[in-house]
């Protein structure tokens, strides 16, 4: 996030592009729904399901999956073709201006609508309208932006349409991701990434490579990125790569294309799962190491604001579970690695050694204020939103991004659109939510979103079992009628073993950053016959 959650209350308007913010975010979901509701600001919803702030809105998009990038253009077409950009902002601190222009030149509203399945071109107008004339607008987005094989260049268009408003590097404004756990930034801060290390400082660089070998005193450190998860099972399964470590992930539930990804388990020689909970991933295990929850260890998280927040062991671990970088510092021991932390405070004082962004932050200092990085030394306060007054490039970039479909559309042999989220009750893989009796009682199966025409045109009802396959594969899971989804389209919740949604999703993936497209795929349904 560029800017802070303290600053919702800042802003005048809000655009919620590809994120079901009270559902998957619901303190900040329920910060904007405030907002709306009782301060009178105005909210602008794009989602291809009719998440919960839809009805707050005053422009909801109901989008086709995957065509963000153009209703994103269509906003920014009617913004430049009617003069309403920030003309001062565009000009003293952006570049690339012009050629981003030109490409936006054929994204009209009626363009855009045809593409993205809207009825109602004009309000793509009005809606660019509002933006212009509200100060600041914050922009939140999550895995709905994401993971789609466009979804770095989607990314870029929700800065490019930001520049545009002149709503960076101010309060309340922004380009802010909603981070899907609570250390999700810490741990690519950490360097939990295949081309950097900690602070993002590349690995192919000749001057990182020497600064870390002389922090960790070792020789040959390599400058040749790694591999991303899904490029590591392919490795896996070519024979490439004969051992995986797997620390607190549950790729047989959380990676598309689930066939493949057991296929590239069962393909290596050694996997060691360290986790808190025997998942569906351990059973492919050969050793599991036990590891501690949250509330059993101390150490630091660093929260989609960028907040270093320090956490207080409250009760003592079950078992024989151990701390994730005991464990860690054991294994490596006996590799020969020569580690002596003590306690977790010895690991981030390295941190601040070698992480420039974390070098003025103390355990102290993140225990008793607000402190969000970066904050390079001590007497520094910390960064509440970035690019106050230039970018870290100098110049904040426009590019061009024109739409592109998805990997695969619906076809005649599988006519319809699948998308994936979570909902409320449960967080990603349910390997802790699903262990809550109360939470279980909630929602204790998978179920599949289906518009009330296609039920109709499939002569399904609610609650009915019925068949979803894709080319990946078929489950069998209740059927839910509701008008929160499209026709032609069905949403799954991916946090049910029973009804897994990712045996259905497609394992192509953005050619930048290598994540996959979760979000859209085609499939068909079917009745289940008795």
């Known amino acids: 996030m560029t800017n802070s959650i303290r600053e919702i209350p800042i802003s005048e308007c809000y655009l919620v592009i590809g994120s079901n913010t ?20 105005k909210l602008i919803v794009v989602d291809p399901r009719e998440i919960e702030l839809a009805r707050y809105a005053d ?32 000009q003293t601190r952006c570049e690339g201006f012009d050629e981003m222009a030109r490409v936006l030149e054929k994204y009209t509203p009626e363009f855009v609508a045809d593409i993205c399945g809207i009825d109602n071109p004009e309000d793509i107008v009005a809606a660019a309208r509002l933006m212009a004339r509200l100060k600041p607008m914050a922009l939140y987005y999550s895995m709905g932006i994401t993971q789609f094989i466009s979804g770095v260049n989607g990314v870029k268009s929700t800065a490019n349409l930001q520049m545009l408003l002149g709503n960076v590097g101010i309060a309340g404004g922004g380009v802010n991701p909603l981070r899907g756990q609570n250390n999700v930034q810490g741990s690519c801060d950490m360097g939990a990434l295949p081309v950097s290390y900690p602070a993002y400082q590349p690995v192919a660089s000749e001057d990182n490579k ?55 388990l069962e393909s290596l020689e050694f996997f060691v799962i360290q986790d808190i909970f025997l998942t569906e991933t351990g059973q492919y295990a050969h050793v599991v190491l036990p590891a501690r929850s949250f509330l059993e260890k101390e150490g630091t998280v660093t929260n ?103 990997a695969e559309e619906a076809d005649f042999e599988y006519p319809m659109v699948l998308t994936t989220g979570r ?54 899971i209740k059927a839910k009628v509701t008008e929160k989804i499209k026709p032609n389209t069905v949403f799954i919740p991916f946090h049910f073993f029973e009804a897994c949604a990712n045996v259905l999703t497609i394992d192509a993936v953005d050619p930048t950053c290598k994540i996959p497209e979760y979000k859209v795929c085609a499939c068909r349904i079917e009745k289940v016959q008795s």
């Open 22 to 41: 009270t559902e998957n975010h619901p303190v900040i979901g329920s910060m904007i729904k405030n907002e709306v509701i009782n301060r009178g600001k």
């Open 59 to 90: 422009y909801y998009f109901q989008i086709r999956p995957g065509t963000n990038i153009a209703i994103l253009n269509g906003f920014m077409h009617v913004l430049i073709k009617e003069g309403l950009y920030n003309k001062e902002f565009v």
């Open 210 to 264: 020497k600064k870390f070998e002389t922090a960790w005193c070792v020789p040959n450190l390599s400058l040749k990125p790694g591999l991303t998860i899904l490029e590591m099972f392919n490795h896996a399964i070519a024979g490439n790569i004969k051992a995986i470590y797997a620390m607190g992930e549950n790729p047989v539930m959380s990676d598309p294309n689930q066939r493949h990804v057991i296929e590239a």
């Open 304 to 406: 989609t604001e960028r907040r270093v927040q320090l956490m207080h062991k409250v009760l003592p671990p079950v078992g024989d579970a151990k701390d994730d970088w005991w464990i860690v510092q054991e294994v490596a021991k006996r590799m020969g690695a020569q580690w002596d932390y003590k306690k977790p405070e010895d690991i981030f004082e390295e941190i601040r050694k070698v992480t420039p962004s974390y070098g003025g932050i103390t355990y102290e200092r993140a225990d008793n204020s607000i402190i969000q990085w970066p904050c390079p030394s001590e007497d520094h306060p910390g960064t509440q939103f970035l690019h106050k007054d230039k970018f870290t490039r100098g110049l904040g970039l426009f590019t061009p991004v024109e739409y592109t479909p998805p």
């Open 423 to 476: 909902i409320l009750d449960h967080f990603h893989t349910g390997t802790m939510t699903r262990k809550s009796k109360v939470l279980e009682e909630n929602v204790y199966e998978g179920f599949v979103e289906i518009n009330p025409n296609d039920a109709q045109n499939y002569n399904i009802v609610n609650g009915e079992v019925i068949s979803v396959s894709t080319r990946r594969g078929s489950i069998r």
